[in-house]
């Protein structure tokens, strides 16, 4: 055997080792739920400013409380404006979700996108995440609740009645499902780059994430890591499942997938396509997206597809003479 080969059987052997020490498991069950904002009281996540709200082009802010377990959600609202500037009457109500990785920022160009063509808009930054509390992340099955909350606050302040729309991204999108097939009340879902489940998707994900260690971990350490995962946080990792989601909701759905997500393999579009209503749903398949082109959109064709979406199944809410939001 060459240097080389035995080098190599010494660096696998090692890397080995150290994945199967218990307290990896830990490590990698931390990863998974711990969000941005774990540990982070409610007092130290403040609301925004008039200035920043009005330089980044949001109308209003609302802070939600939810649970259990107990958080506050934090959300911005975009009004839909004419072509004057003017805030206008809503043709209906979207929640945009934001994905694991980032945070309701990186969501505002699609809230607005979706404003300018008639639409209230509200951006959520879902539990732990942005200006948000809550010490664990649970892939859908908390965060389901605390959107239905969501929406209840929303009726009490007559921005939206029971119609309503989610668009999400990735992690966003797998939770939109969630809430569809929980919450009667959505009627129309865009969901992109989403995934099947947390257990098809996290291990082929983290793999990829978690440069070398990540590529000699097994399925079986990863699903331990799952049902680790879920008894830190509270919740059955087997209930984080997109399809049996879309079995139950009643809402249109929107799949949204490119072809060449490495992160998001398209396989999982095609899981969830096969569970859906094929009278309400509809799978767009776009050629050489990867996870992050897809969200860029650089030819607008999610964008597109979307509000044509969202036209077409999201019916046009009753007119209440509510034409602002809560500052």
Request: aromatic letters at 8%.
């Amino acid at each position: 055997m060459s240097h080389n080969a035995v080098k190599s059987c010494i660096i696998k052997l090692l890397i080995g080792l150290c994945i199967s020490l218990p307290g990896c498991t830990s490590f990698f069950a931390d990863r998974l739920v711990k969000p941005p904002n774990h540990d982070v009281p409610v007092s130290q996540l403040s609301d925004s400013s008039q200035s920043w709200m009005k330089f980044i082009g949001v109308d209003g802010q609302m802070r939600v409380k939810v649970g259990p377990p107990d958080a506050s959600l934090f959300m911005w609202i975009v009004e839909p404006r004419n072509e004057e500037g003017a805030i206008v009457a809503s043709r209906g109500t979207i929640l945009i979700l934001h994905g694991l990785n980032d945070g309701a920022f990186w969501m505002l160009g699609k809230a607005q996108h979706l404003s300018r063509h008639g639409y209230r808009t509200v951006v959520v930054s879902l539990r732990g995440y942005g200006r948000s509390s809550g010490d664990y992340r649970t892939f859908g099955v908390v965060e389901k609740r605390d959107l239905s909350q969501v929406i209840d606050a929303l009726q009490e302040q007559k921005l939206c009645t029971d119609r309503v729309g989610v668009w999400g991204m990735s992690y966003g999108a797998a939770t939109a499902l969630e809430l569809a097939g929980h919450d009667p009340r959505i009627k129309a879902v865009v969901a992109v780059a989403g995934f099947s489940s947390m257990r098809e998707v996290v291990p082929g994900t983290s793999r990829l994430l978690i440069p070398v260690i990540g590529w000699f971990t097994s399925d079986a350490m990863w699903h331990e890591a799952i049902d680790e995962a879920g008894r830190r946080a509270g919740f059955d990792p087997d209930d984080a499942d997109a399809k049996k989601a879309i079995t139950k909701t009643k809402a249109a759905v929107l799949l949204v997938h490119g072809t060449c997500d490495m992160i998001v393999p398209y396989a999982n579009a095609t899981r969830l396509i096969a569970c859906a209503d094929p009278q309400r749903s509809k799978l767009i398949t776009i050629p050489l997206a990867g996870h992050i082109s897809i969200w860029i959109d650089p030819d607008g064709q999610v964008a597109r597809e979307g509000l044509a979406w969202f036209d077409r199944w999201l019916p046009a809410e009753a007119d209440d003479g509510e034409t602002g939001c809560i500052e």
